[in-house]
């Protein structure tokens, strides 16, 4: 990451030992092209299917329990009868998933260029996850994939920005906060994670750019920075 004049808090790693924990969505590949409005429209109709509910309520549902969990999956488990393995696997699974990628020019590149160690930390399932670094040739590039199902515990499912969850898959991981930069689209998250001390980046190129019905982050003109971002950069080739 480079230097800057600000004497604002930034993500400093000269010296350090930064560990990149990367969010998947909309932070490594664009998911607002094609994946999000076809896994969006895969998890109403699981709903509308699973639990007998019209459509605006199973949108309802969906877009309420990311915001306050989340994750849709935390929400959908905690308050009804729902195969959460069946949910995950049947909204995340794209046959033609190369052709709906969208991504940054240079992302291999970029991210290999970056000092550190990298993990990838995303409230998506497993399958998916692996599927859409393949595509995008970075796989390889990440110690480890931490998704959705790596983040459970003995009672319940968990999901970022959960304190206990990243703190428990950090220790596992033997990863410090103190090291940690995350780099991560959704500002909630952000929110969230910077009160336990680590530093934050946050990634605007792929939002949308007006508010939007689907329950995903909207990017607002002129709120600029917030203070719990540590940076604000619109590419990964700002890193
Ligand atoms: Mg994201």
């Known amino acids: 990451m480079r230097t800057s004049t600000s004497r604002r808090r930034r993500p400093h790693i000269a010296g350090g030992k930064p560990v990149w924990l990367f ?8 998911a607002s092209h094609a ?3 076809a896994i969006n429209q895969a998890m109403t109709q699981y709903i509308i299917d699973a639990l007998q509910v019209e459509r ?5 549902l969906r877009i309420g329990y990311t915001q306050r ?3 849709a999956l935390l929400g959908l488990t905690r308050h009804h009868p729902l195969d959460p393995n069946d949910f995950l696997k049947v909204v ?6 190369g052709e ?11 991210v290999a260029a970056l000092p550190g160690r990298k993990i990838v930390l995303t409230n998506a399932p497993e399958a998916y996850a692996r599927a859409v670094l393949a595509e995008l040739r970075i796989e390889r590039q ?11 515990d003995r009672q319940r499912w968990r999901a970022k920005p959960d304190h206990a969850m990243l703190r428990k898959t950090m220790r596992s991981a033997h990863v410090s906060l103190k090291d940690v930069i995350l780099v991560e689209d959704t500002r909630s ?14 990634i605007t190129g792929h939002l949308p750019r007006r508010p939007n019905a689907d329950g995903n982050e909207t990017r607002l003109p002129g709120t600029g920075r917030p203070h719990y971002v540590d940076r604000s950069i619109r590419s990964l080739k700002s890193l």
């Open 100 to 110: 709906m990628i969208r991504h940054e020019r240079g992302v291999a590149r970029l």
């Open 56 to 60: 605006a309520e199973a949108n309802r």
């Open 92 to 97: 995340h699974t794209f046959p033609d998933l």
């Open 69 to 71: 969990y989340g994750a």
């Open 23 to 30: 969010d998947l969505d909309n932070t490594l590949h664009h």
């Open 189 to 202: 998250h952000l929110k969230n994670y910077r009160r336990l001390g680590i530093r934050t980046v946050w």
């Open 142 to 152: 990440f110690e480890r994939v931490i998704t959705i199902e790596h983040m459970r």
């Open 35 to 37: 994946i999000f409005p």
